[in-house]
């Protein structure tokens, strides 16, 4: 092996290690509480997104079962030695619920080891007055370029009570959710698929 390849890889192992280290830095960070940001009406989304070549992951999306609009851009919080990780800024450009402002944060995502999935921290509980809360972990699987699904993490914990009472009295039950996963997610609206048409109609 020669110094060159040697340096060659050298490199790309600080290029991972510093894209996870800025990655897990923003997830991390994720306030408890949404904030509002200027400059997120779908028409100047669309133009801020048509002067740069667009990441698979990046576009105008909406939400299959409310209709709700969001945009998922890159965002590069810090650039270090000139290199930007992939990280992705989740923003509402329109809600369902009225008390939800245009350019609510909704959370961050950034790439995986595995080709179209992501991981990130986004808002799960809405309040009346427009403040997204409760942050939790989740995993986006982008599917044929135009279907995003979203999986919330799962912590199950099982307490096993069956040795603790005596024979005679041993009653076992278990509830299982049967809903098949992936079926919660968006279809992507802009830029639109030349493959695939819309699965329902746009209403901006």
Known sequence: MTRNHLRHIIFALLTLVISHATS???????PEESQVLNGYQYDSV???LDQSPLHDIEGVWQFIDN???I???RFDPDVVAGYQANIYRIVIIKSPMLSIENGTLMGYISNT???NCYEGKLYTKGSLNGILSKPQTF???LTDDYLLSFHEYKTEV?????RWIPYMYRVGFSI???????????VRIYPQSTTHPPLNPRYL
Do not use: M, Q, Y
């Not at 897990?24 to 994720?30: P, W």
């Not at 299982?176 to 968006?186: A, V």
């Open 46 to 48: 669309v133009t801020r």
């Open 71 to 73: 945009v998922i851009e």
């Open 158 to 162: 099982k307490i096993d009570l069956w």
């Open 139 to 141: 995993t986006l699987n």
């Open 113 to 115: 080891a595995k080709r």
């Open 24 to 30: 897990a830095h923003i997830l991390d960070a994720l």
């Open 67 to 69: 209709g709700a609009t």
């Open 176 to 186: 299982k959710n049967t809903r098949p996963k992936g079926l919660d997610g968006c």
